[in-house]
Nanobody, 127 residues
Framework: QVQLVESGGGLVQAGGSLRLSCAAS????????MGWFRQAPGKEREFVAA?????????YYSDSVKGRFTISRDNAENMVYLQMNNLRPEDTAVYYC???????????????????WGQGTQVTVSS
């Protein structure tokens, strides 16, 4: 059974940083695509970042976080991380880790490419 557990969320001031962690079990993170999505109150869940399972480990980011967020994985620990720098109030949301087998850029950005999700971790950025 695949399980994803996020941690690392919290309250931070604008301009600050947080690192989210996603611990995976039941699936090897180096052999699947791992993604981060977020959902703010009253809004739909949106793509944030992903790292593919290709040999090149391609990374993908939404335009809103590109240059500020970095996705990475630790194959030995079977963990995925989201380093978030220069946080803004509009980054406030519940952040979800997800796993799937998407391979194309467009598909990886869609929630339909992922078959397992974590429970989410709250990130709140104050102005």
């Amino acid at each position: 059974q695949v399980q994803l557990v996020e941690s690392g969320g919290g309250l931070v001031q604008a301009g600050g940083s947080l690192r989210l962690s996603c611990a995976a079990s039941g699936r090897t993170v180096s052999r699947c695509t791992m993604g981060w999505f977020r959902q703010a109150p009253g809004k739909e869940r949106e793509f944030v970042a992903a790292i593919s399972w290709s040999l090149n480990s391609n990374t993908y980011y939404s335009d809103s976080v590109k240059g500020r967020f970095t996705i990475s994985r630790d194959n030995a620990e079977n963990m995925v991380y989201l380093q978030m720098n220069n946080l803004r109030p509009e980054d406030t949301a519940v952040y979800y880790c997800a796993t799937g087998f998407g391979t194309t850029s467009s598909y990886i950005r869609s929630s339909t490419a992922y078959d397992y999700w974590g429970q989410g971790t709250q990130v709140t950025v104050s102005s």
